[in-house]
């Protein structure tokens, strides 16, 4: 299939790339179906979420774990069986990110993951009860970690 995006222009894909979220995003509860598409020469760290629907609706997210091998997120055994999976672990997780002039100022939301199940492509914006995960990481934060060898 083709598709007009955001970013990348025209492209084709596959059905089977796409994203279901049942209950869409958060404030875009009627987007549904997304696409994740890695941005060039990122190593699949920085990524668009790329509505289907909407050639004009996409989020920056990146990986977490490129930002901080160290986080952890938990979700409740709920969600847990409403993504299909026993454990956190058995999940993909990417955050939103904010985009800002300078990329020094751009914030991720390390709160509220984007969570997917790669073998169902089913997908699903969860919010952690964790309270050391807050909705306005700085960018900078991660690399003053990595300077100070905390990372």
Known sequence: MEIQ??????????????????????GFETENLFLLLPFAESEATLLCLQST???????????PFSLDPNYAPILPENE???????????????????VRNPVS??????KCPVVINDETQEAAQVILDM???????????????EAEGTC
């Open 5 to 26: 995006t955001k970013y990348f222009g025209t492209i084709e894909y596959d059905v089977k790339d796409v994203l279901h979220f049942e209950d869409g995003l958060f």
């Open 105 to 110: 100022k751009s914030t991720v939301n390390l």
């Open 131 to 145: 309270p050391e995960y807050t909705m306005r990481h700085s960018l900078s934060e991660f690399r003053s970690r």
């Open 80 to 98: 847990l069986k409403a993504m299909g999976v026993s454990r956190s672990q058995d999940l993909c997780f990417y955050v939103l990110c904010v």
């Open 53 to 63: 629907k909407t050639p004009s609706l996409a989020f920056v997210v990146m990986n």
